[in-house]
């Protein structure tokens, strides 16, 4: 009964979190230009678009695509990485690459990798 309670207090204060605060939004200043950044997907309402280094002070529209799509590519490849990681950590001993060879955390098989491989790598990239 305790943990039913506590859970159900716990649920409604973390839900409060994202309720209102009561507070009404001031009134803009000035009307403020919208550019093509600010229709960006991920151009939130507090925040607008977020620039923090300004990158996009100097850039056109077709500039600004690019970014995106570079970011976008960057943040896939990331995941990838993360998910390949994660892999690594599971089928330790039973891979067939390497003659299963690599083991150990994956934090540590870069280094076991034969050297052939990186010249293949390497090779093959161009």
Not at 2 to 17: Q, Y
Not at 35 to 63: H, I, M, R, T
Not at 66 to 81: D, F, I, Q
Request: charge should be negative; proline fraction near 7%.
């Amino acid at each position: 009964m305790k943990l039913a309670i506590s859970s159900i207090a716990l649920f409604a204060g973390s839900a409060a979190a994202f309720g209102p605060f009561g507070a009404k939004p001031a009134p803009a200043a000035a009307p403020v230009v919208e550019s093509f950044a600010d229709n960006l997907v991920g151009a939130l309402a507090p925040v607008g678009f977020w620039d923090p280094l300004g990158f996009a002070e100097k850039a056109d529209d077709a500039l600004l695509k690019k970014y995106r799509e570079a970011e976008l590519t960057h943040g896939r490849v990331a995941m990838l990485a993360v998910l390949g990681f994660l892999v690594g950590e599971k089928v330790e001993g039973s891979s067939f690459l390497f003659d299963a060879q690599i083991s150990g955390p994956a934090i540590t098989h870069i280094p076991q990798v034969p050297e052939g491989f990186w010249a293949l790598l390497l090779l093959s990239i161009g």
